[in-house]
C-alpha cells in the first residue's frame, strides 16, 4: 500500500498532529469490529491492547472519554447467537446481556493500570435537549476532573433509531463536541482512509483538508466478524462533523492507537476546517431525521443562503411531510436542490393555510403567534448542495 502524494508539503499536517500528542482532553472511539474475534465475541488481546494505550495516554496527565460499541457483540455468545441479529427486539436483548459484561473487562483492564472507570450511556437526543445536554456535560467534566476514564456508549437497550445510527460514530463526534475536546480519534479495523481497495493497490490518504479533498474518493463500508454497523463512511461523517467544528479528528486503526496519541504520522488527519458551532445545529446538519419540506421560491432561496436570513411564510410555495412545530424540516429550491435544513415554527396542518403571506397579514388575520418565521435563522443551518431525500430516512 502507498500513500497518495499531496499537492503542498504536509509540514502544517505534522504541527498539527503535534496538537494530538499535547491535547489535553481526547475523545477515542472504537467499533464493534476492532473488539472482536472472528468467532464474533469480544477479543481480549485486541482489548487489552487498547487500554494499554489508552491508560498510558491517561496516566500521562492526558483527560480520555472512551466511546466504544460492542455490547451488543458482547451479548451473542452469552444467548448463544452465532451472528449479529437483524430485528431490533433481539439486538436490544443482547445489548442489555453484553453492556454489563464489556463493562466488566474494561473495568479490569484499565485496573490493571490504576485507572478507574464509569459507564455512561447515552442516545442523540441526550446531547440535544438543553437540560439533558447540560446534566450530561456536568457529569462527565466532573468525571474527568476525578481522573476517571468515562466509557460512552449508545443506550442501545432503549434506543430505537439510534441503534442503527452508525456505530456511535457521530455519536463520538457530538461527545467531543460536548466536553470541549481538543481531538477525536476514530478506531477501527482499517489503518487509514484510502483512495479506493486497499486490496487493490490504492492509496493511503494522510491529511484531508477539507470536503472538496473527498469529492473524488470511494469510500468503503466494510467490517470483520459481521458485528458492527458502521464502516468508513460513518468514521469520515464523524471525523467532518468534528473537524468543521473546531476539533481536531483522525481516523486509523486500533492496532495503531498508542502512535495515534503520541501524534504519530499514522492514518487519516482531518484538519480543522470550522469554528465551534451549537449542538443543535451539528444534530440539524449531520443527524436529524427530517419530517418534512418547504418548497422555496427564488427570492427565499437568496434570503436564506445568500443573505442567512430567517425564512418567512411568503416565500414558500409548497410543503410535504407531517410533521409538529419544532420537528426538522429541509428547505428545497425547485431544481431539487436542499438548500438548509431547520426546526420548524408551525405544523403541516398550520402552514398552507399561510403561504405566500407576510408575517404583517397573518398576525393581522390570525392572531399573535402567527406572526413568527417559520424557521428562525438561528434554528437553520445551510448545507452542502445536495439532492432531496426520502422524508423520514
Known amino acids: 500500500m502507498t500513500t497518495r502524494t499531496l499537492d503542498a508539503p504536509d509540514t502544517a499536517e505534522g504541527l498539527e498532529r503535534q496538537a494530538l500528542a499535547s491535547a489535553k482532553r481526547i475523545v477515542v472511539k472504537v467499533g464493534s469490529s476492532s473488539l472482536t474475534s472472528i468467532k464474533g465475541g469480544i477479543s481480549e488481546k485486541s482489548l487489552t491492547g487498547l487500554v494499554n494505550a489508552l491508560a498510558e495516554k491517561r496516566n500521562a496527565g492526558t483527560e480520555i472519554i472512551l466511546v466504544s460499541s460492542g455490547a451488543i457483540a458482547a451479548g451473542l455468545a452469552p444467548l448463544g447467537l452465532a451472528k449479529r441479529p437483524k430485528d431490533l427486539a433481539t439486538q436490544q436483548a443482547a445489548a442489555s446481556v453484553g453492556q454489563g459484561l464489556l463493562m466488566a473487562r474494561y473495568t479490569q483492564a484499565f485496573s490493571a493500570h490504576g485507572v478507574t472507570v464509569s459507564q455512561v450511556l447515552l442516545t442523540a437526543d441526550d446531547l440535544m435537549r438543553r437540560t439533558q445536554h447540560t446534566n450530561a456535560f456536568r457529569a462527565l467534566d466532573r468525571l474527568l476532573n476525578l481522573g476517571v476514564v468515562p466509557v460512552v456508549n449508545e443506550n442501545d437497550t432503549v434506543a430505537t433509531h439510534e441503534i442503527r ?42 491529511l484531508v483538508r477539507g470536503p472538496q479533498d473527498l469529492e ?160 428562525h435563522v438561528d434554528d437553520l443551518v445551510l448545507l452542502r448542495a445536495s439532492r432531496s431525500s426520502k422524508l423520514g430516512a
Open 165 to 206: 445510527f452508525g456505530d456511535n460514530d457521530r455519536l463520538a463526534a457530538l461527545v467531543a463536541h460536548l466536553v470541549r475536546a481538543d481531538a477525536l480519534v476514530l478506531l477501527s479495523d482499517v489503518d487509514a482512509l484510502y483512495d479506493g481497495p486497499p486490496s487493490q493497490g490504492a492509496q493511503r490518504i494522510p
Open 216 to 375: 473524488d474518493v470511494t469510500i468503503g463500508k466494510a467490517g470483520k466478524a459481521g458485528v458492527g454497523t458502521g464502516g468508513m463512511m460513518t468514521k469520515v461523517e464523524a471525523a467532518s462533523i468534528a473537524a468543521g467544528s473546531g476539533i481536531h479528528a483522525l481516523v486509523t486503526s486500533t492496532a495503531n492507537a498508542a502512535a495515534a496519541l503520541a501524534g504519530e504520522e499514522v492514518g487519516t488527519w482531518f484538519a480543522v476546517n470550522g469554528n465551534r458551532k451549537p449542538v443543535r445545529l451539528l444534530w440539524l446538519a449531520h443527524l436529524a431525521t427530517v419530517q418534512g419540506r418547504l418548497m422555496l421560491d427564488d427570492g427565499a432561496v437568496k434570503a436564506v443562503r445568500d443573505r442567512h436570513r430567517s425564512l418567512l411564510p411568503a416565500g414558500i410555495t409548497e410543503i410535504s411531510g407531517d410533521f409538529e412545530a419544532g420537528d426538522p424540516v429541509e428547505m428545497v429550491a425547485h431544481d431539487g436542490t436542499v438548500l438548509a435544513r431547520g426546526l420548524v415554527n408551525y405544523s403541516s396542518e398550520e402552514l398552507p393555510r399561510m403561504l405566500g403571506r407576510t408575517t404583517q397579514e397573518l398576525g393581522q388575520a390570525m392572531g399573535r403567534g402567527y406572526d413568527r418565521e417559520v424557521v
